[in-house]
Every structure is written in structure tokens, then in C-alpha cells.
T-cell receptor, first 112, second 113 residues
Framework: TQLLEQSPQFLSIQEGENLTVYCNSS?????LQWYRQEPGEGPVLLVTVVTGGEVKKLKRLTFQFGDARKDSSLHITAAQPGDTGLYLCAGAEGWGTYKYIFGTGTRLKVLA | DTEVTQTPKHLVMGMTNKKSLKCEQH?????MYWYKQKAKKPPELMFV???????INESVPSRFSPECPNSSLLNLHLHALQPEDSALYLCASSQGSFTGELFFGEGSRLTVL
């Protein structure tokens, strides 16, 4: 089973600051997703990246898929308290697979 | 309709009880999943059904028994569980394309006494 390591594990920042979360693996993924999860709820999809080198922007969030499709990053600009939550990357293991493995998670807290 | 509905939201059971968790989706998705999530940990894959057939079992103990009666429904039958099985059980569905995109329910929080 492929492993997805996220860093940092925990992040506590002030409102307005920028941050980057990393998702790394030694294996290649056919696609990679980012989810945010709030306490007591299921994860909610933020974005899917498929092509190596791909960059996607979602308002203040910028997602990048590494050229070799082994890593990804999530950058948040001007963080807000509403961004607080558990951020999870998830990779599709192999091609045409239904097996999605989650990263170790990054718990973000944005202080007002 | 883009919802995955899980029932019950909360379940407390003794180690000798038999109970079931239920999941329903009406998005026409062909793959359905059970994940287990312990506190402050990421979801761990348990089972995957594709086209109503069990395609992945991540070496889950037999006290957890999945069932997929039709393409919209997924059950998880629970029997003789242990206290360490207490967790949030998440159901998800996907179209099954290689781009992924799992749609999750809100989960069923299980407590085993």
C-alpha cells in the first residue's frame, strides 16, 4: 500500500497569514484529491488534480500536483477562521482503481 | 441530489450485540466504500464495492460484514465488536472514474461498550 505523508501535522496561525501544506509519496498516483473535514462530519472534496505539473486555484486556495505525480501542495492565502479544519490529501492507487488512500492529515487552526 | 446518507448518526452497542450501519446514495455512482476513522486520524479504507460486487477488503476482521443489496445501498453488519472498534464509520461513493472524487456521508459514530 502506498503511503501519503502530509506536513506539517498541525498548524496554528493568525488570520491573514499564508500557509502551505505538503503531501508527499514515493509512489506515483493517477490522480490526487484534497479534502477538508470538520469535526463530526465526513470529508468534503476541495479539488482533484490529474496532470503532472497541474495548478488549480479555488478562490484563496491554490493546489499543485508535482511533475512526477508523487506529491502535491495546498497553499492558502490570507487564511480565515473558516479555513479551520483537517486537510486531507488522497491518492488513487494505480490506474482505473477504486482504492483511494488518505494522507496522514494536517490539522489547521486559524485564530481571529 | 448529491448526498450520501448514513444512518444511524450515533450507535452505542455492547460487545454481544448485532447491529447494522446503512448508507444510501442516489447519484448513480457505481462504487461505494466503507472507511473507519479514529479520533484525530485520517480515514482508513475497509471495503470497496464496485458494480455491487466486493472488490476490495483491506483485511478487515470478520466481525465486520459488508453487504451491497443494490447499487444505491451499502450496509455494514456488526457483530461481537470490541471497544477498540469504536470510531466514526464513513460511507462514500464515487463514479469509479480514475479521477476519484469521493462523496462522503456525515458518518455513523459507533461506541462499543
Amino acid at each position: 500500500t502506498q503511503l501519503l505523508e502530509q506536513s506539517p501535522q498541525f498548524l496554528s496561525i493568525q488570520e491573514g497569514e499564508n500557509l502551505t501544506v505538503y503531501c508527499n509519496s514515493s509512489s506515483v498516483f493517477s490522480s490526487l484529491q484534497w479534502y477538508r473535514q470538520e469535526p463530526g462530519e465526513g470529508p468534503v472534496l476541495l479539488v482533484t488534480v490529474v496532470t503532472g505539473g497541474e495548478v488549480k486555484k479555488l478562490k484563496r486556495l491554490t493546489f499543485q500536483f508535482g511533475d512526477a505525480r508523487k506529491d502535491s501542495s495546498l497553499h492558502i492565502t490570507a487564511a480565515q477562521p473558516g479555513d479551520t479544519g483537517l486537510y486531507l490529501c488522497a491518492g488513487a492507487e494505480g490506474w482505473g482503481t477504486y482504492k483511494y488512500i488518505f494522507g496522514t492529515g494536517t490539522r489547521l487552526k486559524v485564530l481571529a | 441530489d448529491t448526498e450520501v446518507t448514513q444512518t444511524p448518526k450515533h450507535l452505542v452497542m455492547g460487545m454481544t450485540n448485532k447491529k447494522s450501519l446503512k448508507c444510501e446514495q442516489h447519484m448513480g455512482h457505481r462504487a461505494m466504500y466503507w472507511y473507519k476513522q479514529k479520533a484525530k486520524k485520517p480515514p482508513e479504507l475497509m471495503f470497496v464495492y464496485s458494480y455491487e460486487k466486493l472488490s476490495i477488503n483491506e483485511s478487515v476482521p470478520s466481525r465486520f460484514s459488508p453487504e451491497c443489496p443494490n447499487s444505491s445501498l451499502l450496509n455494514l453488519h456488526l457483530h461481537a465488536l470490541q471497544p477498540e472498534d469504536s470510531a466514526l464509520y464513513l460511507c462514500a461513493s464515487s463514479q469509479g472514474s480514475f479521477t476519484g472524487e469521493l462523496f462522503f456521508g456525515e458518518g455513523s459514530r459507533l461506541t462499543v461498550l
